[in-house]
């Protein structure tokens, strides 16, 4: 490796290092997806990452979430950080450990990857005109949805896959997980915000059910899923 410029080489017609130096992404949530977003968006070239979560990593979150066992007890932002700055220690990290609150500041790009159904509603209520790209990953078991706001089309879509937390399946949406399946959602989510960032039209909703090999990429706006797909 000669140059930092030469660990982008490969990637350079795929994703725009201009558009990445302008721009705050906020992930909300680094969990099972938000962590390993987080990581394949410092391994693209963000230079401005901002992570929001107030857990702390859990001795299975290490099988699950991608943490490592020396991580267990830290706080999840904490320990992210760490991993991200062995991609890129240039990269300049916000770490904030609490709940998102309306009154924060973030960036215009925000992967919201938390695990409740109320959760998601409250702070796309929050962000919604104030965030230009939205995404949105969702998880069970070897099932995951992706959901992307980046234009009137997509971002009059995404509220209708919001409801009420009551309709939710129980448990987190976490609770059934696995590293394999937050990964894939992780890529896709990130693939998407590369198509934002090249002017590129952005996929409103997908779902994919690892188990059953079956992909499904709803019409917008008529994208709504029985409710069998309303996990958290």
């Known amino acids: 490796m000669n140059s930092v410029s030469d660990r982008f080489e490969r990637q350079a017609d795929l994703v725009p290092a201009a558009r990445l130096a302008e721009e705050l992404v906020t992930v909300i949530g680094v969990g099972a997806v938000g962590r390993q977003a987080a ?28 943490y490592l066992c020396e991580d267990v007890g830290a706080l999840k932002v904490d320990a992210t950080a760490a991993q991200l700055w062995r991609v890129d220690p240039q990269l300049e990290v916000q770490s904030l450990a609490d709940r998102y609150r309306p009154a924060q500041d973030i960036g215009a790009v925000v992967f919201c990857c938390v695990d409740a159904i109320g959760s998601r509603e409250a702070i796309w209520r929050a962000v919604s005109r104030r965030s230009q790209f939205w995404c949105d ?12 706001a980046a234009d009137p089309a997509s971002r009059g879509h995404y509220p209708t896959t919001l409801f009420p937390q009551s309709q939710a399946q129980p448990g987190a949406c976490t609770s059934r997980s696995t590293i394999y399946t937050a990964g894939i959602a992780a890529g896709y989510m990130v693939h998407q915000f590369t198509r934002w960032l090249r002017g590129l039209p952005v996929t409103p909703e997908v779902l994919l059910n690892l188990l059953a090999d079956e992909l499904i990429v709803p019409d917008v706006p008529s994208g709504n899923l029985s409710a069998e797909h309303k996990f958290r």
């Open 39 to 66: 990581l394949q968006l410092a391994a693209i070239g963000v230079r401005r990452l901002q992570l929001i979560d107030f857990d702390t990593v859990e001795a299975t979150n290490v099988t699950t979430q991608g």
């Open 137 to 148: 990953g969702r998880l069970r078991g070897e099932v995951l949805r992706v959901l992307t």
